[in-house]
């Protein structure tokens, strides 16, 4: 449930400022290395960063969500982050038709706060596990 608290945290400033900010981020991990701290915690990290650098480097998220996803890696670990990711995708995908449906651009010129798609994405995770 810790987690669920920086997620929300991270979602709600996400939604007013459209950043996710580093100090969300940084208490998260280290909240999480003094809690939870293991070698799936930084496998679930690294995996994640090295998946979704890529994508930031092209353009098709921002930095704040690769390392909002790699808080959540840290946390969930690499199987568990794989199992909710499904949920995340599908959330992010009716986020971006709503988000390109109220500002009239292109579905993939559309700019999502995708740190709510994520908290909503790891709740029913979080709850059914």
Excluded: Q
Excluded at 21 to 35: C, E, H, M, P, S
Excluded at 81 to 110: D, H, M, Q, R, W
């Amino acid at each position: 449930m810790v987690l669920l608290v920086f997620l929300f945290a991270a979602a709600c400033n996400d939604v007013l400022t459209n950043k996710i900010k580093n100090t969300i981020i940084i208490a998260g991990l280290l909240t999480g290395g003094v809690l939870f701290f293991s070698k799936e915690a930084v496998t679930g990290l690294a995996v994640t960063f090295f998946i979704l650098y890529p994508l930031y480097r092209i353009g098709w998220c921002g930095a704040g969500d690769v390392k909002l996803m790699m808080l959540t890696g840290f946390y969930l670990g690499t199987i568990e982050l794989f199992n909710c990711t499904l949920t995340i995708v599908g959330l992010a995908i009716i986020f971006a038709e709503l988000c390109s449906y109220s500002e009239k651009k292109p579905l993939l010129k559309a700019e999502i706060p995708f740190a709510v798609p994520v908290f909503l994405g790891v709740i029913p995770h979080m709850l059914f596990r």
